[in-house]
């Protein structure tokens, strides 16, 4: 059975680490020093908080959605080849502000769910541009946030709370139940008479193809989630070429676990003629990786610890999301990024934007033009086959220490005694990076030490054109802490490689990594003879000008 990428390989505390290490600040994110040769066009320069891309048009909103003491709202549309702009509609009214969310641009106008008004609308392409309505919804009927209606055969479906809903897009006709969930969607996607929808639970399907919704007998599991695993960003690609039994259906998703640090993924599966449900391949005990069972769930890509992939879209054989930092509430730098959609896991993904502050989750593509937004500041386009902005890392310093040591490591090393690895990398070229990864990979005789390669205590960092790094500051390096099944008696060889999946397009990766050999050596332990010593000044007080000073030391 098809399978399109690799089976994702399955795979102390840091307590009294200043003791060893010397405390230092977090870096900051660094500005861009470089410019690509394709960099992203803004189309639109406006307050964007709504948006869509469909029909040759761009439209962008914003409104009062969850704002104090704001009553004004405005819908506006532009051609996507950059001519005409027009304001369609403003409202200065509180009561009727929080409307134009979850945009579909269609080929009749472009729908929206209206808050205020209570309804589904739609703005006609022509004048008057008077909006009209679809469709009354409220309460558990109404629009999901952010989600958008899917179109399909002449109807709107919509996600509701823990339901799938449809109408005609003409408004004629009721409001039908496609599915129930026990939990809440995130997504969903409609091929042919087939609805998918991610819940809390997984990748669900039904067909809408039978005598009376829901069509309860079709409803199915694709794939089930952990209880501490999420979905996301339904997409799809057709295959139907080649021999029967790889023909069908990759569906694609993006997965992310449920509590912090959060890894977000791009996962697949393939559903066709003999494979109807996907399930993660078990390992086999003894097994390094497992079997490649061909309805197994593939991962296609995975993104820095604590970076959001939003929505992702397939054009032309390339697939294309944006992702951003959410390490913090002040930190959405983002990229946009693009693969090819038959790439294995291990095959790296081109960053074609970088640096965007506020990039928004969803994009779109139109006339050999991909479409982006920063929220808050505008939208944006970049040519689908813009060239891939490259960086140049290097790995400048490896340091072993107990204690005391330096970059030499001079400092001999007692086996079996807590160690820390720093490690130092640069930046040669290309614009700032802020989510650099480094791993510490470790051998002994050849073969690699239990759990290698390691991953840094304090996670990906920022680098920057030009910089350098100050060993009295912390965080201007990545630091490990080595495992006790690695510091025994006897020689190791610890290689520090930076960037080494990849996330980053960096031709010259033979400087991306540096090895380094250590002997640890048995040492008698240390003993402590206490000597009483008798005295007759008097008790320290901390009126004294030196009791401070005494204690600091």
């Known amino acids: 059975m098809l399978r399109v990428v690799s089976i994702f390989t399955r795979l102390a505390t840091v307590c009294g680490i200043l003791a060893i290490l010397l405390a230092a600040s977090a870096p900051s994110l660094y500005a ?159 091929i042919g008479s087939t609805v998918y929808w991610v819940d809390d639970s997984g990748i669900k399907s039904t067909s809408v193809n039978c005598d009376t919704l829901p069509c309860i007998d079709t409803a199915g599991t694709i794939h089930t989630f952990s209880s501490t695993t999420r979905g996301a960003g339904l997409f799809h690609r057709v295959i139907n070429s080649g021999p029967i039994a790889l023909r069908g ?36 005990p003894g097994a390094a990786t497992a079997a490649a069972a061909p309805d197994a769930v593939g991962t296609f890509y995975t993104a820095t610890t604590n970076w959001y992939i939003g929505k992702p879209i397939l054009v032309n054989g390339n697939i294309y999301w944006t992702e951003r930092d959410i390490s913090s509430v002040n930190n959405n730098t983002g990229d946009v990024k693009r693969k090819a959609a038959t790439a294995a896991e291990a095959d790296p993904a081109d960053t074609i934007a970088t640096n965007q502050t506020n990039i928004d989750g969803r994009l779109y593509a139109a006339n050999d033009l991909l ?101 009295a500051r912390l965080n201007d390096g990545w630091y490990f802490q080595l495992p006790g099944s690695w510091i025994g008696a006897g020689q190791i060889t610890l290689k520090l490689e930076i960037d080494g999946r990849q996330i980053h397009n960096d031709p010259n990766r033979a400087n991306n990594a540096l090895s380094q050999t250590l002997t640890f050596q048995n040492q008698p332990p240390v003993c402590v003879w206490t000597v009483p010593v008798r005295t007759h000044t008097p008790l320290p007080s901390t009126t004294d000008p ?8």
């Open 32 to 190: 861009e020093t470089n410019t690509p040769s394709d960099t992203p066009t803004p189309v639109v320069t406006d307050s964007v908080e709504e948006w869509s891309v469909g029909n040759g048009l761009i439209y962008w909103a914003y409104n009062c959605y969850a704002d104090e003491f704001v009553s004004t709202a405005a819908l506006k549309r532009k051609p996507v080849n950059g001519s005409i702009q027009r304001v369609l509609e403003s409202i200065d009214d509180a009561t009727k502000c929080v409307t134009y969310r979850n945009q579909l641009s269609a080929s009749d106008g472009l729908y929206y769910l209206d808050d205020s008004e209570g309804r589904i609308a739609r703005m006609p392409l022509g004048e008057p541009y008077t909006p009209t309505k679809v469709k009354a919804v409220s309460g558990n009927q109404s629009l999901g946030f952010n989600s958008p209606p899917a179109e399909a055969n002449g109807y709107l479906y919509w996600i509701g709370f823990k339901q799938i809903l449809r109408t005609l897009k003409d408004g004629s006709g009721a409001i039908e139940t496609v599915a129930t969930s026990d939990s809440l969607i995130a997504d969903i996607m409609v």
């Open 249 to 284: 259906t990759v569906i694609y998703w993006v997965e992310h676990n449920t509590s912090a640090p959060y890894t977000y993924k791009i996962r697949n599966c393939a559903v066709g003629p003999f494979v109807l449900a996907c399930e993660d391949p078990v390992v086999s």
């Open 371 to 471: 479409f982006f937004a920063r929220r808050s500041t505008g939208i944006y386009s970049l040519s689908l086959t813009a060239t891939a902005i490259t960086r140049d890392f290097e790995a400048s310093g490896l340091e072993v220490t107990q204690a005391i040591q330096n970059l030499a490591n001079s400092a001999p090393l007692v086996a079996n005694k807590t160690t820390y690895v720093r490690a130092y990398g640069k930046q040669l070229a290309g614009p700032s990076a802020p989510n650099v990864e480094a791993r510490l990979v470790g051998a002994k005789n050849g073969n690699p030490l239990p759990g290698s390669p390691l991953q840094p205590l304090n996670g990906a960092r920022a680098l920057t054109s030009g910089g350098s790094f100050d060993r």
């Open 546 to 553: 030196n009791f401070w000073g005494m204690v600091s030391h």
